[in-house]
């Protein structure tokens, strides 16, 4: 077998920051046999800074056992094991292991779906195993590789160059450097020990912006350069519009389960109840409240989002950006291959009277066939028509970079040497001071009266549409080996070569489509404004405001930010500014959306709160995107964000439903403990309702969303949630007491059968209710997945039957009377209907209040408007002023007294404990001398009154 002359690795322990480029051997070699690349892979590990650490699936299991209140649980199984209560241990443990076994299974099998479509377009690498090029997955380079570069790939790993072609890397994510770097094989300084210093060696993140070179591997994963600083250039993106509304829910989900939690607590202590049957009861209200099963509920409906979008040739990477992708009203897009087919083809090549020519031909030509950096579409068209360039040979190159936007080569015919230049055609014309008439037979200067007439003539070739570049040459010295940017000057300017790029059929239907959608359109472009605004013209794109890069160079971010908003097109721009652009969209309230496939647009994929991006982008931009399509095309991307929505529809469903039914249940049984001398529902009672009611959700996922949820983007919106929680939990806990009269009053219920009845009855109405809040339309006009209705009919009927049944004494059930269930189907029939009313009235009169008109700040809650929410002030009620609408005037009052009342209740739950803990110490009977009473303190089933006794 072949091995390299020298380890290919720095020696375990070395720092990856080691100057090896200074010593290594540039002896090209064979690479590696497959043979060796499987030994190094098992040596070395894959080629990641962070290399996954696949755990085992008992591993992932035990680690949903973390979770606080599933810990509090198991140790109050425990207490109730040690105390000799078995049966109840047991019961707890088992209800346990089901819910959290519920959550993994479903978790796991989405997130196995969702990794086989990321897996699909993950960055590979061209390498040389056995003789051969080889694509492999970049996490497979090893040590001692040879790696095939070329313009637009991203640099797997560290390594030295063996042989290069104008090779030119940039390297800014690591030294900062503003401008590509060229790479050449050889050796270096002795004193090269920095980075930028290190012209033979490339470095892992790098990207290759022209030429082509062979490398080999020399360090991967964390001992490369990149990864010994991976913890500072690869910090977490920014929280997007979901994320930011899922934290702000669980916060509320938080406050509203430790008032509740300490409220119950608290009572139950106060009314002598043993200590640890009240700890059960208010744990288990806990878990009831806590809607457990969401992240099961997001991580299979965006999987399931994910599966039907790669259905349509459309691949997730990242879960999250699906309903990012939903919610978005703003897409930022290139119009080249998006808007137009992207198959340019040359028009014309004039010169400075207008007319064809040959010679500006044959320049654009040569300049074309010599560049080695990333050939574009308008190169290739140019290189359709055939030249002869066989006396000509290649000297050097100053490849195209986005802040000078041309590209020179210096090439040599043995009696010339020119330096031909090709680029836009405003930067072009300010570094010449001579233009070529008649086809070059004569040269004039080039005056302020020339310049004019020839910007002219360019702006009547982007008028028609065309997409013009500038094309220029100068001799330099027979001895002139080198070129770069100083070279650029005291150029003859030659003429315009000039493309079209027809618009693509279907553009205009799909980005009217997504006008109705509430998706608005901005194209972000480095062409033409003339060029651009044709475009639109043909496609029916109504255009309100263009802004250049020239102008949004002069602008602080404050005032972008106002124009962005209003502005359609941004036309000639370059990374930084398209950067900046989305940025100043996200910071206005809008979730941006931004569609590139170049190395330029990177930067904007990243920002962006959904980056996608095409199958056949450059490495950077696969790299940074969230989505990745197969096929270029709007309609394509129209279909993704109704999914995205549909995603989020389902969400919304679960999340309404769940915190609605268990708020209403959780405060029945709060309230209940105040009159009630038994706990209304036992601790396993309660986690079996829960168990049963998760089993009726997890069908949400494969519902059917409305249509009319999916016409307009739609984000987390805390009042929205805040609103709905009370009104349909105030209503659920209304049926409750109703039910509470009926147990106590005409069925004379001990407290086995009081529980059994409640158990039926609120699970029943959970269940049920699932029918009529799952849609904005009457229950009957929309069909629910047969699903989500075989699964919710199971749950009730396990509801009815359990009680008739053997596992039903391990509950504590008792069999109810016949007359229960005909007054229970009364009820139902009552709460639906009202239930149905109620959600009218809650679309009508708070739905559609509880939201903003127009973009949100980011971050900013909805309560926390100036007008509204926790911050507002409270409103008395108006004279006539219903109940409904006054609660949803002061809804944000309502949560900060959430907030308030739990911080007084665990003031109070420490005092009485701290007052039961020092009585139990038998200091409170030293005191009832002076205060001459003895309180009855036996808050712990232990009396400290002297005249009782211990």
């Not at 995107?625 to 109704?642: K, N």
């Not at 507002?872 to 944000?892: K, Q, T, W």
């Amino acid at each position: 077998m072949l091995r390299p002359a020298r380890p290919p690795h720095p020696p375990a322990g070395a720092p990856a920051s080691e100057a090896w480029w200074r010593g290594a051997d540039t002896v090209e070699g064979a690479g590696l046999s497959q043979l060796q690349a499987d030994e190094a892979l098992r040596r070395w590990g894959p080629n990641s800074l962070q290399p996954q650490q696949g755990r085992s699936l008992a591993l992932q299991f035990l680690a949903r056992l973390r979770n606080p209140l599933v810990l509090i649980l198991l140790a109050a199984s425990a207490i109730s094991a040690a105390t000799g209560d078995a049966a109840n241990a047991g019961i707890i443990v088992l209800m346990v292991l089901l819910s959290v076994t519920l959550d993994f299974v479903q978790e796991h099998r989405a997130n196995n779906a969702a990794e086989k479509l990321r897996a699909s377009v993950a960055l590979r690498a061209s390498v040389l195993r056995d003789g051969a090029t080889l694509e492999v997955a970049v996490t497979e380079v090893m040590p001692g590789d040879i790696v095939l570069l070329a313009a637009g790939d991203r640099v797997p790993a560290d390594g030295l160059v063996l042989q290069a072609r104008d090779f030119f890397v940039n390297q800014s994510l690591l030294t900062g450097e503003s401008y590509p770097v060229e790479k050449h094989p050889g050796a270096v300084a002795s004193g090269a020990t920095e980075l930028q210093d290190a012209l033979n060696a490339v470095f892992m993140g790098s990207t290759v912006v022209s030429g082509s070179a062979r490398v080999r591997v020399m360090a991967i994963g964390a001992r490369t350069a990149l990864g010994e600083v991976a913890h500072s250039l690869q910090a977490e993106p920014p929280p997007t519009a979901f994320e930011l509304g899922m934290h702000r829910f669980g916060m509320m989900i938080v406050r509203l389960t430790l008032l509740l939690v300490l409220f119950v607590l608290l009572v139950n202590l106060l009314l002598q109840r043993p200590l640890l049957e009240a700890f059960l009861f208010a744990v288990a209200l806990a878990v009831g409240l806590t809607p457990e099963l969401l992240p099961m509920v997001v991580s299979v409906t965006l999987s399931r989002g994910a599966v039907r979008l790669a259905a349509r040739r459309v691949i997730v990477k990242r879960l999250a950006s699906i309903q990012n992708l939903g919610a978005m009203d703003v897409l930022c897009t290139d119009k080249t291959g998006t808007l137009t087919e992207a198959r340019i083809r040359l028009a014309q090549c004039a010169d400075a009277d207008g007319r064809d020519s040959p010679r500006v031909l044959m320049l654009a030509h040569l300049n074309s066939r010599f560049e080695s950096g990333l050939r574009s579409p308008l190169d290739e068209a140019v290189l359709a028509h055939a030249i002869d360039t066989g006396g000509w040979t290649k000297i050097d190159e100053v490849p195209f970079d986005f802040e000078r936007r041309r590209v020179s080569v210096l090439l040599d015919r043995g009696d010339a040497r020119w330096l031909v230049v090709k680029g836009a055609p405003d930067d072009v014309l300010a570094l010449c001071d001579r233009f070529e008439r008649d086809d070059g037979r004569t040269v004039a200067a080039l005056d302020a009266d020339a310049t004019a007439l020839l910007r002219e003539r360019c702006h009547a070739l982007e008028r028609e549409g065309l997409r013009v570049l500038g094309v220029a040459w100068r001799d330099v010295p027979a001895d002139h080996a080198h070129a770069d940017v100083r070279d650029e000057n005291a150029l003859v300017f030659a003429g315009f070569a000039a493309f079209i790029d027809p618009p693509k059929a279907g553009a205009g239907e799909a980005l009217a489509a997504l006008a109705r959608s509430g998706v608005s359109v901005k194209i972000v472009s480095g062409d033409s404004e003339l060029v651009t605004q044709h475009l639109c013209s043909l496609l029916n794109i109504p255009v309100t405001g263009v802004l250049t890069g020239h102008e949004i160079s002069a602008m602080d971010d404050t005032a972008l930010r106002a124009r962005a908003g209003s502005t359609t097109l941004f036309c000639r721009v370059n990374p930084a500014q398209k950067n900046r652009i989305v940025l100043a969209l996200r910071a206005r309230g809008h979730v941006v959306g931004y569609l590139g496939d170049g190395i330029n647009d990177a930067p904007a994929l990243r920002s962006a709160d959904v980056g996608l991006t095409v199958d056949s982008a450059v490495d950077v931009a696969r790299e940074v995107a969230d989505i990745v399509m197969l096929d270029h095309d709007l309609a394509v991307l129209h279909e993704g964000v109704l999914e995205g929505r549909r995603t989020f529809g389902n969400v919304m469903k679960y999340i309404m439903m769940g915190t609605s039914s268990n708020f209403g249940n959780m405060l029945s049984m709060a309230g209940a403990s105040l009159f009630l001398p038994f706990l209304p529902m036992l601790p396993a009672q309660i986690l079996l309702n829960n168990v049963l009611y998760d089993l009726s959700q997890t069908a949400i996922p494969l519902d059917r969303v409305d249509e009319s949820d999916l016409r307009r983007p739609r984000a987390l919106d805390m009042t929205f949630i805040r609103r709905s929680m009370w009104l349909f939990g105030a209503l659920s806990s209304a049926f409750d007491a109703l039910t509470f009269w009926l147990l106590l009053q005409v069925l004379h219920a001990d407290a086995a059968l009081f529980r059994t009845a409640w158990f039926i009855e609120s699970l029943a109405t959970q269940v049920l209710v699932i029918f009529v809040i799952r849609t904005r339309a009457r229950p009957w006009a929309s069909r629910p997945a047969a699903v989500l209705t075989a699964a919710s009919l199971a749950v009730l009927a396990a509801a009815l039957l359990l009680p008739f049944t053997p596992l039903g004494r391990y509950f504590e059930f008792e069999p109810p009377p016949a007359l229960f269930f005909a007054w229970l189907a009364g009820m139902l029939a009552g709460y639906l209907a009202l239930a149905e009313l109620a959600k009218r009235f809650f679309y009508a009169r708070l739905a559609g209040s509880a939201r903003q008109s127009g973009p949100r700040k980011r971050g900013l809650d909805p309560s926390q408007h100036p007008a509204r929410g926790a911050r507002a002030r409270f409103s008395l009620p108006l004279f006539g002023e219903s109940p409904m609408s006054f609660l949803s005037n002061n809804v944000g009052t309502l949560d900060r007294a959430l907030r308030v009342g739990a911080g007084l209740l665990l003031v109070a739950l420490a005092t009485v404990g701290t007052i039961g803990y020092w009585g139990y110490l038998g200091i409170v009977p030293l005191l009832t001398g002076v205060v001459g009473t003895c309180p009855a303190y036996s808050l712990f089933g232990i009396s400290t009154c002297p005249r009782r006794g211990n």
